[in-house]
């Protein structure tokens, strides 16, 4: 009996679904059935009722179920232990990331990781916020990645950095002519804002409506890509990320007018489902973000200091 197959088990019962569980560990529906099978066959019962429309262990299933979570937990832990006589952190990382944090803001932090931890492979997939959430939610992904982090149900947050909000233009838009902008500025000015799924929309709401602002909603966008094309277009004006529009502004395609009296930040937080194990690849990142040595087997502490001075390197 493999662990792997107790892994994928564990996430069978969880998800109640063959599909996601097969997600969940890069294999094929077919190949979750099979193992599913071979468990059976290795301790001879029924495991998952199939005489039920909806998703159900047996008695016997339930049962070992129970015991499987309790033997991965020791597997883990025993894993933790052995790990801190390595020296060297290797191994699989699978990262959500919304697409602004994950185009314009987390680059510079994998560099550094990349140059820390060279042995550890990563891969990243880029949702929408509420999606990232529900990667982490159904162990698709390690750790995530979002701006503006929302309570969540079994999940914990830790914000690890800020990011500069700045309103946006076209340079051709004649409406605004000076190069800072006040809140007066801003009264009745066209808005292209995102849609509601994005914390960016409920943020840019909750801003107007603290300094009475009138103001129009032009068009909504889910992306942040469409947002920048229709400021440029001359729609409206937008607030987003600062990262996000070097490219545009230093091509002439967008002007950034920071807000007279005003700093407007976000924050920026790493995400992870609580009570989850945290890989030694997990905990590497998470110490390179958040400065925390103890995350990090006591072999290697030397070398995440000298890690964390590369961290502390201008751009």
Known sequence: MHIENLRIFLDLVESESFSRAAKMNRVTQSAVSQKIRLMEKHFGVCIVDREQKRFCLTPEGQRLYRRAKQMLKDYNELLTDVQEFKTQIAGDLTIAASYDVGYYILPHYLRDFFRAFPSVSIRMDFFRHSLVYNAIVSNIADIG????????????????????????????????????????????????????????KSWLDLFLSQHSLPHKIEKEFAHIELVKLAVEASQGIAIVPKSSIQRECEQHLLKASPLEGLLLRMPIAVIRKTNRFMTPCVRSLLALLVGDICMLPKAIQTEFRKASEIMEEPL
């Open 145 to 200: 990645f979002v701006s503006l982090p929302q309570n969540h149900d079994d999940i914990e947050s830790r914000n690890f950095a800020e990011e500069d909000l700045i309103v946006i233009r076209s340079p051709q838009d004649t409406r605004w002519k000076g190069e800072n902008l006040c809140l007066k500025d801003l009264e009745n000015a066209p808005w292209i804002s995102f849609t509601k799924e994005h914390p960016l």
